[in-house]
Every structure is written in C-alpha cells, then in structure tokens.
Antibody, heavy 116, light 107 residues
Framework: QVQLKESGPGLVAPSQSLSITCTVS????????VHWLRQPPGKGLEWLGV???????NYNSALMSRLSISKDNSKTQVFLKMNSLQTDDTAMYYC??????????WGQGTTLTVSS | DIVLTQSPGTLSVTPGDRVSLSCRAS??????LHWYQQKSHESPRLLIK???QSMSGIPSRFSGSGSGTDFTLNINSVETEDFGMYFC?????????FGAGTKLELK
C-alpha cells in the first residue's frame, strides 16, 4: 500500500538550516510527484513546494529563496531543505503524494521546533 | 495568491444533522477545488477532488458541489466520526493555497 514517512531533526536553533527526508513505498517517484506542506500548531495548512516525477520543482514564492527540494528515486526518498530558520517556521511538516495538484496520500508528519 | 475563505469558522452540530460547509475563492478557479478532513493529531485526508469527485473509500454521506468562486461540502447525516477540521484547497494557480478551515464540533 502507499505510504510516506517523514523524518527530521525535531529541534533546530534560529538561523540554522533544516533537512527533512520523506521515505515512500507502494509507488514510484519516477511516476508521481511529491509535495511538502506544513502546519503551525493550531493553524492551517501551507503548501511549500513539489518535486515532479521528472525532477522539476515548483516552490511557494513566499519561501522560494529558502527552500530546496530534491529526491533520490533509487532510495525512494524526497528531501526538503530550508535555511535561515526562524521561530515562525515551527510547524508539523508533511510530505504528500500528488494527485494532479491535490494530495491523495499523506505522511504522518514530523514536528519541527525552532528554538534556542 | 488566491485566497479561500471558509465559513463558518465553527459549526456545532448533533449527530444526524445535515450540514453544509462553504468555501469561497477570491477569483474564479473553475472546479479546481478539493476538500480535506483532519481529525485531531492526524494527517489530513482527501475527501473530494475537483469540487465533486469523491475519493475511494469516502462514505457516501459526503458530497461536494460548486464551480467558479463558490463551493460547498455537504455531510448528509453527520456521524460522531466526522467531527474535526475541514479544509478546502485550490489548484487553479500557483501557489497552491488552503482555506483556514471549518471546525465541526459536537453541540
């Protein structure tokens, strides 16, 4: 069955960078895009960006200067990197499979706290 | 960016009620509108895509309608497992955006 699972550092200091991995199973990264989204505590959802099956990316313009999404098809992993983190980057970070720009399968999420 | 406005913010209902949740877009988005349910401490789940297409495994009491700027998610006879947050999302243009959500709670 389709599964996605995020793994990340949990706690990052302000101004530092972040790397989160999404490991997928049950589908091929060569056939499906994968999106990254986040949700601050008690708030709504924000789309961050997507890496398509062919390797192209689209980013939320509000965060584009700080974001990078890449993948390793053979390892079935997608990577999110974000730099210059601030306290308002504290959120649950999700990866989700693309269904023509909707999100049909989601990971369980990984919590990120930005704090000194 | 396209802004999605969901109303009401909170809806207090009794099991068995029929409810309608609204999502209004700041500009026309055709039918590029999707609905998600999120229960407490869980990931969102896609219920309806392209305004009215129900996802596999979603109970038939959930239905969606609308096009252009006005969209509705209907729940026919709410069950206790339906309580939680509901978000709409547009895919008409970049960046993909979400509404702030409607909380469906027990009266």
């Amino acid at each position: 069955q389709v599964q996605l699972k995020e793994s990340g550092p949990g706690l990052v200091a302000p101004s530092q960078s972040l790397s989160i991995t999404c490991t997928v199973s049950g589908f091929s990264l060569a056939s499906y895009g994968v999106h990254w989204l986040r949700q601050p505590p008690g708030k709504g959802l924000e789309w961050l960006g997507v890496i398509w099956a062919g390797g192209n990316t689209n980013y939320n313009s509000a965060l584009m200067s700080r974001l990078s999404i890449s993948k390793d098809n053979s390892k079935t992993q997608v990577f999110l990197k974000m730099n210059s983190l601030q306290t308002d980057d504290t959120a649950m970070y999700y990866c989700a499979r693309d269904s023509v720009n909707a999100f049909d399968y989601w990971g369980q999420g990984t919590t990120l706290t930005v704090s000194s | 960016d396209i802004v999605l406005t969901q109303s009401p913010g909170t809806l207090s209902v009794t099991p068995g009620d029929r409810v309608s949740l609204s999502c209004r877009a700041s500009q026309s988005i055709s039918n590029y509108l999707h609905w998600y349910q999120q229960k407490s401490h869980e990931s969102p789940r896609l219920l309806i895509k392209y305004a009215s297409q129900s996802m596999s495994g979603i109970p038939s009491r959930f239905s969606g309608s609308g096009s252009g700027t006005d969209f509705t998610l209907n729940i026919n006879s709410v069950e206790t497992e339906d309580f939680g947050m509901y978000f709409c999302q547009q895919s008409n243009s970049w960046p993909l955006t979400f509404g702030a959500g409607t909380k469906l709670e027990l009266k």
